[in-house]
Each structure stands twice: as C-alpha cells, then as structure tokens.
C-alpha cells in the first residue's frame, strides 16, 4: 500500500481533524505536547490545543504531514523546525534543523510499512524546505513509553545515527540531509 502525503495546510484542515479527532487519534493531545506554545491565553486541554495548532496551520507554520489513502487522511507526521517545539535535546538554536516529533497511523493500516513511508515523505520534506538536518527521537521497541515518537531500529534501518540519549528512554538520531539538486 502506498500513500499520498500532504502538507497540513487551512486547505486540509478538515482532513486533520477527520484524522485527529477519529476513532483512536491523538485528540488529547493534538501534537501540541513538544511545541513551543505561545498560545498561553488558549483555554487548557484539548480545545486550547486543538486551537494552537488551527492558529499554526492558518498561519502556515509547517507542523506536519498527512498520508492518504484513496483520498482518505490514515496517517500522520509531527514535522516541522525544531526552533517550532521546546527544548528535544541536542542543538536548540539552529535554522537548519527540522525534527519529526510523533506518528499516528489509523488502527486497521498499522503494521504495514506505513511508517517508513512517513519518514521518508518527512525527509523529503525537510530537505525541500532548506533543512540540513533531520532528527527524531525515538524509544527501543521493549519502551513502555513515547512509542509514538517511533522505534529505534526503524530510524536505524533508514540511515539516521544515534547521538546521544535523552531523558529516560528517548535517543536522539539525526539524517544528515543533502542540499536538493
């Protein structure tokens, strides 16, 4: 099976809350918990971050990708600047970092390959979008947490390299990312 991926753009709002706000989707948290969030005065949970992330998307900050289906939204990527979310670990200050945060793929589509096809739109991307670097942040398959960051031996798998350990049990790997031709 292989997807179609799109920017979330106001044009496809609709689909990412179709996806979000679907049957198992991270409507709790609405890929808000690792961006910087200058929204304070949105309410809290998940309406206030549902809006912080409406505001992102109608102010075109990148915040991510969706996959498709025949059209229909069953996967997304969390990708975007790093300078966009709060401190991951590693450089904080550079413009030419992007970092891909989380995934989610519909129930019935896991286990496919899907999310290597999501890392690999990411990093196309990143790069056409002037990154120099990629990172991720993903966990050892045995983690009983931040499993939605992804697993360590898929990033592997795709040429990303460990640099150094963060937190408990998220490991930042980084893609080196070649200027587009």
């Excluded at 969706?66 to 401190?87: E, F, M, Q």
């Excluded at 989380?102 to 990093?123: E, M």
């Amino acid at each position: 099976m292989k997807l179609d991926f799109h920017a979330v753009v106001p044009e496809r709002w609709a689909d990412m809350e179709t996806l979000i706000e679907g049957r198992g989707g991270p409507h709790y948290c609405w890929c808000m918990a690792w961006r910087r969030n200058e929204f304070k005065q949105d309410k809290p949970g998940k309406a206030g971050r549902k809006a912080a992330m409406k505001r992102r998307v109608d102010d075109r900050v990148p915040v991510g990708l969706l996959g498709y289906l025949n059209n229909d939204p069953v996967a997304w990527c969390s990708i975007a600047p790093k300078t966009t979310y709060r401190p991951l670990g590693g450089d904080e200050t550079s413009d030419g970092i992007w970092s891909l945060v989380c995934f989610f793929v519909k129930r019935d589509y896991r286990g496919q390959g899907l999310t290597r096809q999501l890392i690999a739109a990411a990093t196309d991307y990143a790069r056409s979008n002037g990154a120099v670097w990629l990172e991720a942040y993903p966990v050892a398959a045995d983690s009983p947490s931040y499993r939605f960051m992804g697993i360590c031996d898929t990033f592997t798998a795709m040429g990303f390299e460990f640099v150094e350990t963060v937190g408990t049990r998220r490991n930042l790997m980084r893609l080196k990312l070649a200027p587009c031709s």
